[in-house]
């Protein structure tokens, strides 16, 4: 064994040992974290990590990045081919290299994926340094990673061409041959000396690449595949609730970075801080400090610090790693205006890359905020107040639900009615004047098409849909058990809501506590009704409009097409889409409880996207949530626009205008 063959058999050794010791490091820190079960579903984990690491989905809709993501990774995947050869050659001599058509086959594709990746890293450089895309973080570290994928890149090119300047005859390499020839002048003396170089330069280029990966934020290199795989299959709208039956706890949410499951934690090594989730933040866009990318950061340099104390005995600390210790993430890491600055849209989770879970980290540090610590906004102490007073935010007596019974001429479960339809009017709907056309319309046409309907009169309360993602779990689950038990005891066929937010409530959380139910918003069940003939509009609207969504209808539960096949089935209806619609869609502020919070920073949220919707040029803004009603309609007051002229209505509205007779 020559010096030149044992040096570099043991800066290979030393390199996988010490990328080995980082890794086992980064796995006992996740290890910090509580654990949750992410193992179900094998087939569709594997199905994700297929799409989103092999097809680079989420990566691509992102036209420009994307491109650039998809060149370099794939490239990498062919570029290791190389790379194992060279590592094996140069560890197994005896090896060798391949030539003929095998050696050809992958020089050939090694100078295709070449030319790909180097222009891939200088689409990159571009964007970050020079168009200088906000998103984007400027600094040493990621012009570090840049530089060694082209110097890699460079040094197997100049390997490849040194062979075939020293064995012409070896392979075909298109761009290798041509400079091998070109390497020939030079003489056999410069030519090995120059492979020999290179091929030093590749190998410290690789393994320094793969021991300062971990300390980089590219370890997401490694990390994100599994991070993929153990992503939440769980309804996206589902919070996973608190025991409060543990008399043994002391601290409720997610205070230190303990409190987080391993998943969150892995998270945060995944993060890859291209900045999607803080460029599609609707606070983070409208001027608030919020930024769902800082968030994911700021636990993953908590744990760095923290997590290899958490099982040091107390004595042993020093009082800085003490401080460290005592410092919480809500309100202290993380400051609690970034946190009650959140609307819990999703859309940060929905354009994560590699799967990351924003929000329910969030609502986490909220919990810790409201149970624990006891901090929160005015304005939540009063509508927490309300809900367990009254059963809901307003504050507002319970028998506005029998009176509207009594106006619609419907059942009442509270008077000992059994409707086979039942419908959950929601607090917006009982309390709002706008809300309650909303309701009426809706009941007027389930009349109209012959369906069983009927209300739960003053037996129904806030479903506690704003307690929960305002941090308030103990009230919400209170909530929740009552009204659990009121609906079993009903018995409904089907449950029908307007508001997303009981919808999303009921359907998906309710199941926690004993509650299994069909539930249907109005835009699924009068799709549905008009589908099957029994209710046909006739009436010609002549009316442009655009389609807000809502982020509980839409991102969370995935129904975008109900409201825009209802809207289009009315004759002379256009419907015209926002440049944020569907997945994409810009939220209107006033979720996550934000409903009963006032903005302190920045711009409003509703006046925002306001104005995203009268660019569409509609004379009609179509919602189907009341709480979006009620934010786009101040949105477009705020900007100045008279009501006559920009008219904002529930899709149910507008289809009523096209179905019911004149009288009703």
Not at 99 to 113: C, E, L, N, P, R
Not at 541 to 550: F, I, R, V
Request: aromatic share 10%; proline share 5%; charged share 20%.
């Amino acid at each position: 064994m020559s010096l030149n063959h044992l040096a570099f058999v043991v800066v290979v050794l030393l390199a996988i040992l010490w990328f080995g010791l980082l890794v086992t490091e980064k796995i006992s820190l996740i290890h910090v974290g509580q654990p949750v079960d992410r193992s179900d579903d094998p087939g569709l984990r594997w199905q994700g990590v297929w799409r989103e690491v092999f097809g680079q989905h989420r990566v691509l809709q992102d036209r420009f990045s994307g491109i650039m993501h998809v060149m370099m990774f794939w490239g990498f995947l062919i570029v290791s081919i190389q790379t194992a050869v060279f590592f094996l050659n140069g560890i197994f001599p005896v090896f060798g290299v391949p030539s003929g058509i095998f050696g050809s086959i992958i020089d050939t594709a090694f100078d295709i994926t070449a030319i790909f990746v180097v222009l891939a890293v200088v689409m990159a450089a571009y964007k970050r340094y020079i168009a200088r895309s906000p998103r984007l973080i400027r600094n040493w570290d990621a012009g570090l990673v840049l530089l060694l994928i082209a110097v890699i890149i460079v040094a197997q090119l100049s390997i490849e061409s040194f062979q075939l300047a020293l064995h012409p005859h070896m392979l075909f390499a298109p761009l290798g041959g041509a400079l091998g020839f070109w390497l020939r002048h030079f003489g056999p003396g410069k030519d090995r000396l120059g492979l020999t170089v290179s091929r030093w330069i590749n190998a410290l280029g690789l393994l320094g690449f793969l021991v300062y990966l971990p300390y980089s934020k590219h370890f997401h290199l490694f990390v994100a595949p599994f991070n993929i795989y153990f992503r939440n299959l769980d309804n996206k709208g589902h919070l996973p609730p608190l025991d409060f039956d543990d008399e043994t706890t002391e601290s409720y949410g997610i205070g230190q970075v303990s409190d987080l499951t391993w998943k969150d934690l892995l998270d945060a090594y995944a993060c890859v801080q291209c900045g999607r989730c803080t460029a599609v933040c609707p606070a983070n866009q409208t001027g608030k400090s919020l930024s769902p990318k800082n968030i994911i950061v700021s636990i993953r340099n908590q744990l760095e610090q923290v997590g290899p104390l958490v099982d040091e005995v107390a004595a042993a600390r020093t009082p800085v790693q003490q401080e460290l210790i005592d410092t919480p993430l809500a309100g202290g890491i993380i400051p609690q205006d970034d946190l009650w600055a959140c609307t819990t849209c999703g859309a940060c989770v929905e354009v994560c890359p590699v799967y990351d879970e924003h929000v329910v980290k969030i609502v986490g540090m909220r919990r810790h905020l409201v149970l624990t610590q006891g901090e929160m906004p005015i304005e939540a102490q009063s509508a927490f107040r309300n809900m367990e007073n009254q059963g809901n935010p307003w504050g507002l007596g319970g028998d506005a639900r029998q009176q509207f019974a009594e106006s619609m001429g419907i059942k009442d479960v509270s008077r000992g009615d059994k409707p086979k339809v039942l419908y959950w009017m929601g607090c917006a709907a009982t309390y709002d004047d706008r809300a309650r056309k909303v309701a009426q319309a809706t009941v007027a046409l389930l009349k109209y098409a012959g369906v069983d309907v009927g209300v739960l009169g003053a037996m129904e309360k806030c479903t506690g849909d704003p307690a929960r993602r305002l941090g308030n779990e103990y009230l919400y689950q209170s909530l929740a058990v009552e009204n659990v038990e009121t609906l079993n005891a009903a018995e409904p066929d089907v449950i029908l809501t307007t508001c997303p937010h009981c919808f999303n409530t009921i359907k998906n959380e309710y199941q926690d506590f004993g509650g299994h139910y069909t539930v249907k918003h109005h835009a699924e069940y009068l799709a549905e009704l008009v589908a099957e003939g029994k209710l046909t509009p006739i009436r010609d609207l002549e009316e442009t409009l655009t389609y807000h969504d809502s982020c509980y209808l839409g991102r969370y539960n995935g129904i975008y097409d109900a409201p825009r096949v209802i809207l289009e089935s009315v004759p002379g209806v256009q419907l015209t889409e926002m440049e944020r619609s569907r997945e994409r869609s810009f939220c209107c502020g006033a979720g996550g409880g934000r409903m009963w919070l006032e903005e302190h920073q920045g711009q409003r949220i509703n006046q925002n996207r306001a104005q995203q919707a009268l660019e569409t040029g509609a004379t009609t803004i179509a919602t189907a949530c009341p709480f979006c009603l009620t934010m786009m309609r101040d949105g477009v007051q705020s900007l100045d626009q008279d009501d006559k002229q920009i008219k904002v209505r529930d899709f149910s509205e507008v289809l009523a205008d096209a179905v019911l007779p004149a009288n009703q």
